[in-house]
């Protein structure tokens, strides 16, 4: 999990939507994607689905093939979710595609089952590529900054950005500690790993809290003063993407509310 | 102008846990020089560049800056570090962002600049560290000579008359080591910028640096030029420091094969060129043999 994070992060960095102004990116998402919880439509879930794909695709220039193995992680948990809706049981096996008898009653799946699960595919998929479009087109750092513009309290923000700074300082401290233990046979059975794993935890722990006051000092010693002022660095001009955004949820809305009622949803 | 731009009188300084970290120290730097802090490990050197920095209060002495003793009130120490900057020695420690243009815009905003100012001071920065390549990476995903490239600019955009840098060279390869070193020189010839570098590179000193002072327990053990320092040959064994290579080498060959030389070259130009003179002086002997023995026939 730890890997895909990190992959995500690399992708964004170079994804030609980069230089996107954040909080432009962050709008087109979420407003698309709260259309799309909305409409509850499955033609718009599709539509969405295939726009955001595109988007982060061709404009992001995302290798595709990694795109949708990023689309398996969250093909887990609906698979689990799923079955719950699937498979019914009931006496009479008139609305079942294909069920098998246990005793009096029948165990399949309903035709409405099926459809349920069909919609609530496309649901789930145009909601998580609406979030994998900001992910994979916006570095944390400029995520902050569009929260900043939003007035996010800043504290929170200084947070978020220091804890994703030294994510990697102290993954990179832990596994050169879990490296060296390795290597004096650490990790050799079960008693010795735990006795190991122990000990780097506790060291992280320790080295942290030294890292944590040595940048303080550099801090104080560039004049910090409580709060971590930093400029952002520019973005591209232009407003281009909120005309699209606008555009492509007003088209949304009127096909939602053409296809009302016509089309089954959930 | 004034003679000295930082002075440090009778400085003494003691950890809480009792640890006599500086024991009266005394310095003296002249603006526009690279003055080395020559000392090995637990020396005091990162102790003595703390409290030049005002983050570490002395326990005894006083440092003086441009002439005027440093205030520890708050605003005088907002005033020291605009002047004295600092770089440390593990870049991670200093990064704080994962952005290379925040973290190098971070001491500016703290300045209160305009953000016209502060946007042209941190391009000046980033183009003169030489990281304009990397400057939309994320800190993480940079190697140790390119975050030390970061922290410096971090530290060059607040534009101090004073640069410290605590072991600058640590950690680098050697092509790294040259590249910030020639840096450092450049910077120090373009901006007139005092620098004090504490290192162990012993090699690396009698090419760069101007002043020296050596440093061991917590003391002040000698100081002077290069030249000056290396020629006390004794006194720099008995901290656990040694001569330059070349220094080393030319000692040798002064003491145990019989080469003129007067005072030990502590560069490979220097030494080349009293090299080259005693090969002349050689020609020339023989030659005056041969022409004397010429005529005696």
């Not at chain 2, 102008?1 to 009792?18: A, N």
């Not at chain 2, 005027?68 to 900057?85: A, F, H, M, T």
Request: proline fraction near 4%; include cysteine.
């Amino acid at each position: 999990m730890l890997e895909k994070m990190i992959s995500i992060d690399r992708y964004a960095y170079n994804s030609k939507l980069r230089y996107i102004e954040p909080l432009q990116k962050l709008i087109f998402s979420l407003l698309t994607l709260a259309v799309g919880l909305w409409a509850d439509n499955i033609v718009i879930s599709i539509i969405i689905f295939s726009i955001m794909i595109y988007a982060t695709v061709y404009y992001g220039g995302i290798p595709i093939k990694y795109y949708f193995k990023l689309l398996l992680i969250p093909m887990t948990f609906l698979f689990i979710s799923v079955i719950t809706l699937v498979i019914n049981i009931s006496h009479n096996p008139e609305n079942f595609l294909c069920y098998f008898r246990i005793g009096s009653s029948f165990i399949g799946c309903s035709k409405t089952g099926a459809l349920k699960v069909l919609l609530l595919f496309f649901k789930v998929m145009a909601s998580v590529s609406c979030l994998y479009f900001l992910s994979l087109s916006t570095p944390i750092i400029d995520f902050l900054a569009a929260l900043k513009k939003l007035k996010v309290p800043k504290l929170i923000i200084e947070i978020t950005g220091l804890i994703y700074r030294f994510i990697f300082v102290i993954m990179e401290t832990a596994e050169n500690m879990f490296r060296a233990q390795n290597s004096r046979l650490g990790y050799i059975d079960l008693s010795t790993a735990y006795r190991s794993l122990g000990t780097l935890i506790s060291n992280l722990f320790i080295r942290s809290y030294k890292r944590a006051n040595e940048l303080y000092i550099a801090l104080e010693s560039r004049g910090y003063d409580g709060e971590i002022n930093v400029l952002q660095q520019e973005y591209k001009r232009g407003k281009k993407l909120y005309f699209y955004t606008a555009l492509i949820n007003i088209l949304l809305l009127i096909i939602a509310l053409i296809t009302k009622g016509r089309w089954p949803s959930l | 102008m004034k003679e000295y731009i930082l002075e440090v009188h009778s400085l003494s300084f003691t950890y809480p846990d009792g640890t006599r970290a500086l024991r009266d120290v005394n310095m003296k730097i002249k603006p526009g020089e690279i003055t080395a802090i020559l000392g090995g490990n637990g020396a005091g050197k990162s102790t003595l560049f703390h409290t030049l920095n005002g983050i570490l209060k002395p326990s005894k002495g006083q440092i003086v800056f441009e002439g005027k003793p440093i205030d520890y009130s708050r605003k005088g120490l907002i005033e020291l570090r605009k002047s004295i900057g600092i770089v440390f020695q593990d870049p991670d420690n200093q990064l704080f962002s994962a952005s290379v243009y925040q973290d190098v815009s971070f001491g500016l905003m703290n300045l209160k600049l305009p953000e016209e100012e502060v946007r042209r001071r941190v391009n000046e920065a980033i183009n003169r560290t030489g990281i304009v390549n990397i400057k939309d990476k994320p800190t993480h995903s940079l190697s140790f000579g390119q975050k030390k490239r970061v922290a410096i600019a971090g530290v060059l955009a607040m534009e101090p008359k004073v640069l410290i840098l605590d072991e600058p060279t640590a950690g680098l390869d050697p092509k790294g080591v040259s590249e910030i070193m020639t840096f450092l020189k450049e910077i120090q010839q373009e901006l007139a910028v005092s620098i004090i570098i504490s290192t162990h590179d012993i090699d690396m000193v009698p090419i760069y640096c101007d002043k020296v002072f050596v440093m061991n327990e917590g003391e002040i053990v000698a100081h002077g030029t290069p030249e000056e320092i290396f020629q006390d040959i004794d006194r720099i064994r008995s901290v656990n420091l040694r001569l330059p290579r070349i220094g080393h080498l030319m000692e040798i060959l002064k003491e145990k094969d019989g080469f003129h030389i007067d005072s030990l070259p502590l560069t490979i130009s220097k030494a080349r060129r009293a090299l080259i003179r005693n090969r002349l002086k050689d020609i020339f002997k023989i030659k005056t043999l041969k022409d004397n023995r010429y005529q005696q026939k």
